[in-house]
């Protein structure tokens, strides 16, 4: 997610940061990095000028230029101005004050429209909610097969509907929120009809539904990895039924960013929630201020310890966090760490979320592959107690025996006890520390 544009920016910080003191020659160069990094990342054009204009004014302001750290402020004015240009804040999904809360989703086909729906309605379920799905078009009528199957699959309330109801429309549209009001259900989630592209009978499907249901909220889903095209589609629905809000899928994909960075600017509309793989648990509520955070290298500790919340079991959290600042940590500790982030998603995933400079520099030396880390367990379990206290003591004849006992090579055995000693050593920074003791689990 993001990865070049984040390396292109983190490049640019880093060049400021060996900088004496900011100039306008070096801010220029700065500028240059950043402007570069933004169109390679197929960020709207016109998003960019304004983006790379405002940063330049507040840079060259004399409260930086002359401030003890200017450096340090530059780059806190681009994390602010890159939050801005991403919605500089989460917005909530807005539900009615008298239910049902209807939720329209619109889109071009191919862009998650209907994982969508299931990945919403079980985001609903979470908050103790009572969804119903149901899908709307009139062209395709196996379109809601899809959606029954992510229904059953996530054991969700679906709302089927016959070809006859499907010939009169506007009743089948009236049945079904009385459907809706007499059972209770909250919100109902609505798939409409997706095409390659956007005509004339698809927009006047659309206002069909939209006028009769009057939905809550109209929110326009868009495939990340297409670029400025999500952004021009979105532009269109906006101009055509008007939009409420944004997903953005398949942004685990998406190295450049381009659509993120230029949708709420052109549509004006909120990006509110984010598809970050293909499994329903894959969808984050969108912070704007978090990411632009990530995205240059500060990390977003915030969204870690909500994971962790979420996810892990935090009295063995709270355990390993006391352990850390004690550099008590052991092989037994790691591996119940590999349990805790299987639970919490991938390595590379829960790296993304940590900062990229200070206490975590040396972050990129770990460099653990999320395949091979499932076999680690299976290693640690094979060794005794006396090992996975004292590494050090594992020489070759006992890493052959380890090797064999869990059905791995020496190599991967090698490996783990590697990245073991790197994370030791940098758990032993003193800023790793003093960050460590600042975070709510270790108190």
């Known amino acids: ?77 681009v994390r602010d101005e890159l939050a801005s240009i991403l919605g500089q804040q989460e917005r909530k999904l807005k539900f009615s004050s008298s239910p049902p809360s209807i939720f329209m989703l619109v889109g071009l086909q191919g862009s998650g429209k209907t994982t969508s729906c299931g990945k919403l309605a079980k985001w609903a379920v979470s908050f103790g909610k009572n969804p119903l799905l149901v899908s709307f078009d009139l062209k395709r009528l196996a379109a809601q097969e899809q ?66 249901l009057n939905p809550t909220e109209t929110i326009y889903v868009g495939d990340s990895m297409t670029g400025q095209d999500a952004v021009k589609s979105a532009q269109l629905f906006e101009e055509k039924i008007g939009l409420t809000s944004i997903i953005l899928t398949k942004l685990d994909g998406d190295a450049r960013g381009g659509a993120a960075l230029s949708i709420v600017s052109v549509t004006g509309k909120p990006i509110k929630f984010i598809g970050t793989g293909e499994k329903f648990d894959k969808f984050e509520v969108f912070h704007p201020d978090r990411m632009a955070s990530r995205i240059i290298g500060m990390g977003d500790i915030l969204s870690l310890i909500e994971k962790a919340e979420e996810k892990a079991d935090l009295e063995e959290v709270e355990e390993l966090a006391r352990k850390l600042h004690k550099q008590e940590f052991t092989l037994e500790d790691f591996k119940k760490q590999i349990v805790q982030m299987k639970r919490m998603g991938s390595f590379s995933q829960i790296l993304n979320l940590l900062p990229t400079a200070g206490p975590f520099g040396d972050i990129s030396k770990i460099d653990i592959d999320d395949k091979k880390i499932l076999y680690y367990e299976a290693i640690i379990n094979s060794m005794t107690q006396k090992e996975k206290e004292n590494p050090k003591m594992i020489n070759g004849s006992r890493r052959l025996r380890i090797a064999k006992g869990s059905g791995r090579p020496v190599a991967e055995v090698n490996q783990l006890l590697k990245q073991f000693l790197e994370m030791k050593k940098m758990m032993k920074k003193s800023q790793f520390k003093k960050l460590l003791s600042s975070l709510p689990m270790s108190r």
Not at 5 to 20: H, T, Y
Not at 60 to 68: A, H, T, W
């Open 1 to 77: 997610m993001f990865d070049q544009l984040a390396e292109r920016l983190q490049k640019a910080m880093k060049f400021l940061r060996g900088e004496g003191k900011i100039t306008e020659k070096n801010m220029a160069e700065a500028l240059r990095m950043i402007r570069l990094a933004f169109l390679e990342a197929d960020v709207n054009y016109r998003v960019v000028k304004d983006f790379v204009e405002r940063i330049r004014v507040k840079a060259l302001d004399e409260k930086v230029l002359f401030s003890l750290i200017p450096a340090q402020q530059v780059i806190k004015i």
């Open 147 to 212: 959606l029954k199957m992510i229904a059953r699959t996530l054991s969700l309330h679906f709302y089927e509907m016959t070809k006859e109801q499907m010939s009169h429309p506007p009743d089948a549209l009236q049945e079904l929120l009385k459907f809706t009001k007499n059972r209770g259900y909250e919100p109902l989630i609505v798939d409409t009809a997706g095409r390659l592209h956007i005509d004339e009978e698809l927009m006047e499907e659309l206002h069909l539904v939209r006028d009769i």
